[in-house]
Structure formats: C-alpha cells, structure tokens
C-alpha cells in the first residue's frame, strides 16, 4: 500500500472535519484518532499540511521553543537542536514522546506529554478535555459516514480501502481490536457496521485509476487461505454479497469440517490403497508434505511388449488446500532405459515420460469435476459420504485409463516418431495453432537428444551435429547458463560425440 495514499487521505480527512457541523470537540478527537491511525504507517509528519485548521481548533500550538515546559532549566538541551527536527516532550524523560520543532518555535499537539504539560500550566485552555481513544474499526465508519453526508463518495471508498488494506497487509491487527477469533467479530457492533456499509455501498467496487490504494479481489485473498477464522474475517471484509449472518454459518461449517478433516483424509487414503490394489498396482510409498498438507500415494506396474520391460507409475495426490485430488503416471520405457543404459528403478526421476491420465480421457462429465487447473475437485467441507462418492468417482475414471498412457507410447515410439524429420518437430513448435497432436515430448530439447543419439548409433554424424547446431542457434546464453540440464547432460553428450565416441543417451530435459 503506498504510505502516500495514507497522507493524503489523512489530509482529506481533515478537510472533511472541516466543512462538519461537529462540535470543535468532536472535531478533535476524531482528529487526534486519524493521526494516530497514520503513525501506524512509515509515513512523513503531515501535521503542518493543515495548520491553519487545527490551530484555529485548538488542535496545534506554534511556540517559540523558550515557552517549552523544560526551556529555562535545561538551557544546553535547546541549544542543540539544529540537525533535528524533534525535541522531547519531557527533556528529562528518554521515553517521552517528541514535537516537531523548526525555525525557533515547536509545533505541540493535542494528547501529546507537551499538551499535558501545557494544559496543567494554564497554557492551552481552549482544549481542556481528555483524550478519547476510538477504535481503527469505529473511525473508519464514523468517516465513511460523514463522507456520505457530504456527498464524497471516493472518500467513502478510500477509507474503506486503507482499512482493508492495512489489514490484509498486517498494519493493524490484534493491538487494535481486531481479535484472531471470528466469534470475536460477529459481536463486534463496529465491525459489523462496517459490514453494512460495504454491502449498502459496494465500497470495493472501484476503478484502479480513481484510486491510491489497492483495489483488493476477494477470491485472491481467499486463494491463499486455510484457516477458517481467518477466511471468515477476510469475507466478513471483502464479501458484500453475504450477510454477516451467512458468513457465520459457512465458518462454522468450515469449522467443523477442519475438525473432521483428518478422519476424510485417511477414508481417502484407504479407498486410493484397495483399489489400486485391486487392480493390481504394486504399493510403492506415501508421502505427506507440511505444512502444504499435500498427500501422495506412488503405484507401480511392470508392462512387456514381449522383448522389453518398461514400468508404469501412478501417483495421486490429494492437495487439502486446493480441495483436489488427481493423477500423474510416468513411464520408465524399455527402450529408452536402454539407449541410456540404465535399469529399471523405482524412482520417479529416472522416467522419460509424465502425464496426467485425465487429459487422455474425453468425457464431458468428467471436464465438469475439473477446477481451471484440472484438478478432480473434492467437497472436502462436505460429509463423508459426498467426499467418498466423489473419490469413488474419481477412481472409477482413473481405473477406466488403466495402461492407456503407455500403449499410447509404444504405438507412437520408436517408429512413427522417427517417421517424422525433425524438422516437423520444429514447426509444430513455433505454429501459433493448437497442438492437436499426441505428442510424446514436451520440449524440442528432448526431441533433439533422441534424435541425434539414434542418428550416431546409426552412423550419420554429420545429420546429428546439423541438429545439434540447429538447437545452439536456438538457444540463449541466459539458458546456457541457468539450465542445468544443458551443463550436465547435454554438452557432454555432444562432447563425447565430437571426441568420435557412440555416448549413452543422456538425462531428458528437466528445467531445474
């Protein structure tokens, strides 16, 4: 948030005071509340930018610095003045707080230690009554308020947005009233105030443009969010469309749903186990990820084409904050395993090949279980009934793909993908139209590995080096020097090539 936004919005507020019919008392005291709302914020001393107002309210003295309270006993201390722009309120107290002072004269404000001094001297009688303090929330309203009766409608949304935004930016906070318990919330008459009048005002609704501050989206800030309390606070903020009423009610069901939660992720998590097993997948590992609460459970199958065994993965993953759960499979071909003479393994790493299982299945009703990431959506908030049916769904898809990935794989490779000059490759690459296409590999720099390595292993050298330059002219130097795939696994390849040798083919492209 920009603390200029602050200054200028604490200035308008001034003004706004100004043209009031409040009492000079009122005035004070509301004032006194929106300076202290600004020093909560890295903010320059603005106090001046209004002076002729507040001095004429009693607000704000200019003194010569000889009629401070401390002048005539601590003569040395007023000497030495000239490199600040400060003096303290009380010079024989270090935590006293301080007065602008410049030009000779010290500017003290009303419920400052100086005001204090002063009044108890009989020196500033035109603002003899106690400080009242008001809270963040009240302020806000009360000056959202008076913006309304002067017809001010951008200083109506400019108070709500500082406010807003100085909570989601952690500038106010428990100090000031705003309890880390929801319950707290929905008894607190300033903050439902405040409610009311940003659903009877939309005071979010905002062009960019006509404003300082950020214009904050509720469903951003809500992205990010796990805590109940803390989701309920920031729609109870944002949401203008709910009642305080039906934000309660959904907290309270998100509530009970946290509770319930670790009993619905192992239903989970016994569900995913009996039936892969069922269908005779090999239990590989879980895995649980904190304070992500991401859960993962690793399958394996072992598959032959009659000459060669290549290993097929499922992982599913079920990602709490996101409440989704889907699939990714890998494969460790046959093939490729031995152009790079390895063996199969049960790491993740050593696969040539990923998906998600989802994308080969062409189903209108599924596509409706999918959020925009195309992830399965799971009510985790729900019962455990709904949870275990949509999971028993989910499944249901996953097992219908069964080995479709890898028979995908072996009808495209090694033949038909060879069939095709790399070249081809190239311009699906660069067209600017849909890749409607199966495509085996992702990236050209795969493809250029693959294809030289078969080239050498076939004895055409120099077809192999044409490809190799073709990708160094494609190349950055930025990517020559932060992709470690092209370090390690790439250069050497191609070194080896040069030095005559027939190297095994190297790690696929990774980009970290």
Same mark, same amino acid.
């Given at each position: ?166 909570? *989601?930016?952690?500038? /106010?906070?428990? %100090?000031?009233? !705003? +309890?880390?318990? #929801? ?7 300033? &903050? ?119 290993? *097929?993965?499922?992982? /599913?993953?079920? %990602?709490?904050? !996101? +409440?989704?759960? #889907? ?7 046959? &093939? ?126 120099? %077809? ?49």
């Amino acid at each position: 948030m920009s603390y200029h936004a602050i200054e200028n919005l604490v200035e308008d507020a001034v003004h706004l005071l100004e043209r009031s019919d409040l009492s000079v008392a009122e005035q004070r005291k509301i004032i006194f509340n929106i300076y202290q709302f600004q020093n909560r914020f890295d903010t320059s001393y603005t106090v001046l930018r209004c002076f002729p107002y507040l001095e004429k309210i009693g607000f704000i003295k200019k003194l010569p610095i000889d009629q401070h309270p401390d002048y005539k006993k601590n003569p040395d201390y007023f000497k030495n003045l000239e490199d600040s722009d400060w003096l303290l309120s009380d010079v024989n107290n270090e935590e006293a707080d301080v007065v602008f002072q410049e030009d000779g004269y010290f500017f003290p404000e009303y419920g400052s230690e100086a005001w204090k001094r002063l009044l108890a001297a009989g020196q500033w009688k035109e603002a003899p009554e106690e400080v009242a303090h008001i809270s963040i929330p009240q302020l806000i309203a009360e000056m959202i308020d008076l913006s309304e009766k002067q017809g001010n409608k951008q200083l109506m949304h400019n108070f709500y947005l500082a406010f807003v935004n100085a909570y *989601l930016e952690a500038d /106010i906070g428990t %100090e000031e009233g !705003l +309890s880390k318990d #929801f319950e707290q919330w929905v008894n607190n008459p300033d &903050l439902i105030r405040l409610h009311e009048l940003l659903s009877q005002h939309d005071l979010l609704k905002f062009k960019k443009k006509e404003t300082d501050f950020e214009v904050p989206r509720l469903s951003d800030e809500l992205s990010g969010l796990i805590d109940p309390d803390e989701r309920a606070k920031v729609s109870m903020l944002m949401d203008p469309k709910k009642s305080v009423e039906k934000i309660y009610a959904s907290y309270l069901k998100e509530k009970k749903a946290a509770v319930e939660l670790p009993q619905h992720i192992a239903m989970i998590s016994t569900m995913v186990k009996e039936k892969m097993e069922i269908s005779s997948w090999i239990f590989l590992e879980e895995m649980v990820e904190q304070p992500l609460d991401k859960y993962k459970w690793v399958w394996y199958k072992d598959l032959s084409d009659g000459v060669r065994t290549s290993r *097929l993965f499922t992982e /599913i993953c079920l %990602e709490v904050n !996101l +409440s989704s759960i #889907f699939a990714i499979q890998y494969v460790q071909h046959g &093939l490729l395993l031995e152009w790079q003479e390895k063996s199969l393994s049960t790491n993740l790493e050593d696969a040539q090949f990923k998906t998600n299982p989802f994308e080969l299945i062409d189903n209108d009703d599924v596509e409706k279980n999918l959020n925009f990431l195309g992830l399965w959506v799971l009510p985790l908030k729900s019962s455990g009934k709904r949870i275990a049916t949509s999971t028993e769904h989910f499944l249901q898809y996953l097992d219908a793909v069964g080995t479709g990935y890898f028979d995908r794989i072996n009808k495209e490779f090694p033949k038909p993908f060879f069939a095709k000059p790399f070249n081809s490759y190239i311009k699906i690459f660069e067209s600017m139209e849909p890749i409607s296409d199966f495509l085996l590999f992702n990236d050209l720099y795969s493809i250029s590995e693959i294809f030289i390595h078969n080239l050498i292993h076939q004895g055409k050298e120099k %077809e192999a080096l044409k490809i190799y330059d073709t990708m160094e002219g494609r190349l950055t130097d930025r990517f020559r020097e932060n992709i470690p795939w092209y370090k390690n696994e790439f250069l050497p390849f191609i070194k080896a090539i040069k030095a005559g040798k027939k190297p095994a083919l190297p790690g696929l492209f990774k980009k970290d």
